[in-house]
């Protein structure tokens, strides 16, 4: 899953390169990115592999383990860009595609 969620990043990554290309092609990269963002949601509840690693004495937490983290850092980024895009859609703020 770790894999699908860093394939899932660059195609994200392509698909925002091209819209910044071409600004014709906001509407297609916003559904894009919400079905993104909505797969890695899926992949982040249904994960089925160790999601915590030690615990930490110092701070009384445990750690997510690093394939986890990677899944969770994929779908919190990428939930920041489909703000952005929404932003950038409603003409609120056009920051992503400066």
């Known amino acids: 899953m770790p894999l699908i969620a860093i394939l899932?990043?660059?195609?994200?990554?392509?698909?925002y390169r091209l819209?910044?290309?071409?600004?014709?092609?906001?509407?297609?990269?916003?559904?894009g990115q919400s079905v993104?963002?909505?797969?890695?949601?899926?992949?982040t509840i249904?994960?089925?592999?160790?999601?915590?690693?030690?615990?930490?004495f110092a701070t009384w937490t445990h750690n997510f383990t690093i394939r986890y983290a990677v899944i969770v850092?994929?779908?919190i980024v990428n939930a920041l860009v489909l703000f952005l895009y929404i932003?950038?859609?409603?003409g609120t703020n056009t920051l992503i595609f400066r």
Do not use: C, E, P, R
């Open 8 to 15: 899932l990043d660059a195609i994200a990554f392509g698909s």
């Open 19 to 31: 819209q910044a290309q071409s600004a014709a092609l906001y509407h297609l990269g916003l559904v």
């Open 36 to 43: 993104i963002v909505l797969a890695l949601l899926i992949m």
């Open 46 to 56: 249904t994960y089925k592999g160790k999601k915590l690693g030690w615990f930490n």
């Open 73 to 75: 850092l994929s779908l």
């Open 87 to 90: 932003l950038n859609l409603t």
